[in-house]
């Protein structure tokens, strides 16, 4: 069955940086796009980032365009996000997400990653 | 940016009773690119319905989504008791892609 595994998140000072990873599992990750959302401590879920399947078009939310880079390695089945110039209102649950065949909805979500900004 | 609203905030509704939950967009949605999610405390969210009416693999049938445009809704006939959970819509049409607030349906 189609699994996603995140890791790297943790505790970081404002101003730092922090790679997570996705692996997944059960489906042909080079076909699909992959995305990135978080969650807030008790707020909603907002978009941050998508990758097509070959890695070449990349969008980001307005929110972390310029700190953030989404990238993905198809050989190894990974979905990354390098996250630079870390700043308080980052503090989230980071999910990893699989688009659908017939576009970029996401049917498939990992458990997610805490990422903490605090000094 | 597609901005997107979600009416009411709150639903609060007896198990067997049937819930209308409304996702307005600031433009067209073109294509009804438009997904409902749906997110229990502490798990991540699951997708309902993609193409604004198109359930997802295993989704039970009294889910369903309509509309058109800038206008959506997705309806639960029956509420059961594991239906009660937050209610997010997303536009998938453009970046960046965007989620509503959501609608938490609680139990009345």
């Known amino acids: 069955q189609e699994q996603l595994m995140e890791s790297g998140g943790g505790v970081v000072q404002p101003g730092g940086s922090l790679r997570l990873s996705c692996v997944a599992s059960g489906f042909r990750f080079g076909d699909f796009a992959m995305e990135w959302a978080r969650q807030a401590p008790g707020k909603g879920l907002e978009w941050v980032a998508l990758?097509?399947?070959?890695?070449?078009?990349?969008y980001y939310a307005d929110s972390v365009k310029g700190r953030f880079t989404i990238s993905r390695d198809n050989a190894k089945n990974t979905l990354y996000l390098q996250m630079n110039s870390l700043r308080g209102d980052d503090t989230a649950l980071y999910y990893c997400?699989?688009?659908?065949?017939?576009?970029?909805?996401?049917?498939?979500w990992g458990q997610g990653t805490l990422v903490t900004v605090s000094s | 940016e597609i901005v997107l609203t979600q009416s009411p905030g709150t639903l609060s509704l007896s198990p067997g009773e049937r819930a209308t939950l409304s996702c307005r967009a600031s433009?067209?949605?073109?294509?009804?690119?438009l997904a409902w999610y749906q997110q229990k405390p502490g798990q991540a969210p699951r997708l309902l319905i993609y193409?604004?009416?198109s359930r997802a693999t295993g989704i039970p049938d009294r889910f369903s989504g309509s509309g058109s445009g800038t206008d959506f809704t997705l309806t639960i006939s029956r509420l059961e008791p594991e239906d009660f959970a937050v209610y997010y819509c997303q536009q998938y049409i453009n970046s960046p892609l965007t989620f509503g607030p959501g609608t938490s349906v609680d139990i009345k």
């Open positions: 997400m699989k688009t659908g065949n017939s576009g970029w909805f996401s049917d498939k």
């Open positions: 990758v097509r399947y070959n890695g070449d078009d990349k």
């Open positions: 193409g604004a009416s």
């Open positions: 433009q067209s949605v073109s294509n009804n690119k």
